[in-house]
């Protein structure tokens, strides 16, 4: 039996990336299953009108991740991807089950904790694995083409359960897709996804990313690149998770339907995945700090003016810049980090910079909930959006002008 010759590149190996941007639209959706409903579901069904107690299910969601992607990005070159990858799903299998069947809220609140797990593992393995896969021309695009086919998967399944609480009501209707999501994600990787540690040595042999000293510290604040990066992605989910709790308590109190509600939450995601087909190219051939900055500037802007809207036709807009915003940033963040790494280092790396992204979101329910209960939600949003101004700015300053040999310096 001839042995198949190792070569980087996304034409060399589209089948298997075309497997996992497949694998990653079912992770996607499995969030989007959550992002119209979960606050309406806290009211109706358990009684909870305080909004930091709505938006503990995104705190707890935000934790789990965040470890799980600091610890998968940790073992991951010695477990394998595909085996964290399956775990991942084996983690999703109950979860909407547990949504049906809730007694209480503490119901909701444990089912969140497993979908960070299972985000963490499944989101961060397939990322990392089209990395692997495509070396270093198409990283740009790769990454694009991973983010659009889970944000976009989002945003679609976000939009389907408004329409379906509204007509249906939610539970259990809702839930019943993210039993269909779990199960071909989990049998989808399990009979046709290939493990791609082969592609990590092949890179590192020729790679002359000179290697980190210490991947968490060097990531989290010393390398001045990386650490620009990591705060960056740190308020954008920050304010991700400020939009996923507030933004439907915004639309309902002015009064929104859930096909309404359901259509405004999933713009945000829809053009967040469909401009990252473009986005991620763009990353590949122009500077990348320039498109950090304008994306997070963007984001700000979008964000603080949402209290002064109420019609239909201003939240999709703003919403749609949002999306826009965050497509320029998302690919950028994670080609720059692989860039700026040792291929041997880079899922650590990655993993150090997501354990940051994703507390954002447990920072910014936490942070957008107490401002809402203490001074109302319009306060909380603009303090965001405030946060999000500041943190491009932060990039603009700190991070170098140029991309070459980021990782030296």
């Not at 999933?266 to 991620?280: E, N, S």
Request: a positive charge; hydrophobic letters at 55%; proline letters at 3%.
């Amino acid at each position: 039996m001839s042995i198949q010759p190792i070569i980087l590149g996304l034409r060399s190996n589209w089948k298997q990336f075309t497997l996992l941007v497949i694998v990653n639209a079912f992770v996607g959706g499995m969030i989007g299953m959550e992002r119209t409903v979960i606050p309406q579901f806290a009211e109706q069904s358990f009684g909870i009108t305080s909004n930091m107690a709505i938006l503990s299910f995104i705190v707890v969601f935000g934790v789990s991740k965040a470890i799980t992607n600091y610890f998968s990005g940790r073992i991951a070159n010695r477990l394998g991807r595909r085996h964290l990858l399956l775990l991942g799903w084996i983690i999703a299998l109950p979860i909407p089950f547990l949504l049906i069947y809730a007694q209480s809220w503490y119901w909701v609140i444990f089912s969140n904790i497993l979908l960070g797990f299972s985000q963490g593992l499944t989101w961060s393995m397939t990322i990392v694995m089209k990395i692997d896969l495509v070396g270093e021309k198409d990283r740009g695009l790769a990454m694009g083409l991973n983010e659009f086919a889970g944000y976009f998967s989002l945003g679609m399944v976000a939009w389907l359960t408004g329409y379906i609480a509204e007509h249906h009501g939610i539970n259990p209707h809702v839930f019943y897709i993210g039993i269909f999501i779990a199960i071909v994600g989990f049998l989808i990787t399990l009979l046709w996804v290939k493990d791609t540690h082969v592609f990590v040595h092949k890179e590192h042999i020729a790679s002359d990313v000179k290697p980190l000293g210490n991947v968490f510290i060097d990531t989290s604040f010393r390398n001045k690149t990386l650490s620009a990066v990591t705060q960056a992605g740190l308020v954008n989910n920050l304010n991700d998770g400020m939009i996923w709790g507030l933004l439907p308590m915004v639309l309902f109190t002015i009064g929104f339907n859930h096909v309404n509600i359901g259509i405004i939450t999933a713009i945000y995601p829809a053009v967040w995945g469909i401009t990252q087909l473009f986005t991620g190219k763009l990353a590949d051939m122009y500077p990348k700090k320039a498109m950090m900055f304008w994306g997070m500037f963007i984001q700000g802007i979008a964000i603080m003016c949402i209290p002064w809207v109420s019609s239909m036709l201003s939240f999709a807009i703003l919403t749609s810049l949002l999306g826009i915003g965050t497509a320029l940033v998302y690919p950028t963040f994670l080609t720059t980090i692989a860039t700026a790494t040792n291929p041997l280092q880079r899922a650590e790396s990655m993993g150090t910079f997501r354990l940051w992204r994703d507390l954002g979101y447990a920072l910014g329910a936490i942070l957008s909930g107490v401002t809402a209960d203490l001074f109302g939600i319009d306060m909380a949003i603009i303090a965001i959006g405030l946060l999000t101004l500041i943190s491009s700015f932060i990039l603009q300053v700190r991070m170098p002008v140029t991309s070459i040999s980021i990782a030296k310096i």
